[in-house]
């Protein structure tokens, strides 16, 4: 198998994550950070800064073949999906990452640039967008629905039939019931249980989850 290059945007915690995933023939060749004091998880591999830093490791391996991994976590689904783009446009392939011990059924999709972690269920006909985060443990049930940029956290579980808009996050230990709809750019507090929907860009905690008020 030939060797896959990659440069990494993050240099933190789901960045090491996504190292430990990548294969025997798989290897880092640039990190890029918005963090001027972020450091290298990698050795001998030297991290650069910002869109002006990306713009010179281009340079740097114009004449290669690379892929991106976006390595940035939580809640920030835009800033995913937005790397992704500039990734493209900058002609990197950009790569789903499935775990070898995640399930993911054979009638389920996964969309570029996600990312399935270790010990996850996607379940029969689940549809996973782009940017998609599904973390340690969580269970994506039979024909859920996953908009770009959503991010689900380790041990939450989508019962079947749920869909959730773009850049929407999960929190740990999360409960969704079946056939619900979590709106665009919500978030869903850790060890929530959701029963009923949620609208856009809204927050909700507790058992049974309700809107937290500001």
Same mark, same amino acid.
């Given at each position: 198998?030939?060797?896959?290059?990659?440069? =990494?945007?993050?240099?933190?915690?789901?960045?090491?994550?996504?190292?430990?995933?990548?294969?025997?023939?798989?290897?880092?060749?640039?990190?890029?950070? %918005?963090?001027?004091?972020?450091?290298?998880?990698?050795? $001998?591999?030297?991290?650069?800064? &910002?869109?002006?830093?990306?713009?010179?490791?281009?340079?740097?391996?114009?004449?290669?073949?690379?892929?991106?991994?976006?390595?940035?976590?939580? &809640?920030?689904?835009?800033?995913?999906?937005?790397?992704?783009?500039?990734?493209?446009?900058?002609?990197?392939?950009?790569?789903?990452?499935?775990?070898?011990?995640?399930?993911?059924?054979?009638?389920?999709?996964?969309?570029?640039?996600?990312? =399935?972690?270790?010990?996850?269920?996607?379940?029969?006909?689940?549809?996973? $967008?782009?940017?998609?985060?599904? %973390?340690?443990?969580?269970?994506?049930?039979?024909?859920?629905?996953?908009?770009?940029? =959503?991010?689900?956290?380790?041990? *939450?579980?989508?019962? $079947?039939?749920?869909?959730?808009?773009?850049?929407?996050?999960?929190?740990?230990?999360?409960?969704?019931?079946?056939?619900?709809?979590?709106?665009?750019?919500?978030?869903?507090?850790? &060890?929530?249980?959701?029963?009923?929907?949620?609208?856009? %860009?809204?927050?909700?905690?507790?058992?049974? *989850?309700?809107?937290?008020?500001?």
């Amino acid at each position: 198998m030939d060797e896959r290059r990659f440069v =990494v945007w993050g240099s933190s915690g789901h960045a090491r994550v996504l190292r430990d995933m990548l294969g025997p023939n798989d290897r880092i060749v640039g990190l890029i950070d %918005n963090d001027r004091n972020a450091r290298t998880i990698q050795n $001998g591999v030297s991290l650069v800064v &910002g869109i002006k830093g990306f713009r010179a490791l281009m340079e740097e391996f114009r004449a290669e073949s690379l892929s991106g991994l976006v390595a940035i976590g939580g &809640g920030r689904g835009a800033d995913r999906l937005e790397i992704l783009d500039l990734f493209v446009a900058s002609g990197l392939e950009t790569p789903e990452l499935i775990h070898p011990l995640a399930y993911c059924a054979p009638s389920s999709t996964v969309g570029k640039g996600s990312h =399935v972690m270790a010990q996850s269920v996607l379940a029969a006909d689940a549809r996973i $967008g782009r940017g998609v985060i599904i %973390n340690h443990g969580a269970v994506v049930d039979h024909e859920c629905i996953l908009a770009d940029g =959503v991010h689900i956290a380790p041990g *939450a579980t989508l019962c $079947g039939c749920v869909h959730v808009g773009e850049n929407a996050f999960i929190g740990a230990g999360a409960t969704v019931l079946p056939r619900l709809h979590i709106g665009a750019g919500s978030v869903v507090g850790a &060890g929530a249980t959701v029963t009923c929907d949620v609208p856009e %860009n809204t927050v909700v905690t507790g058992i049974p *989850a309700r809107p937290v008020s500001t």
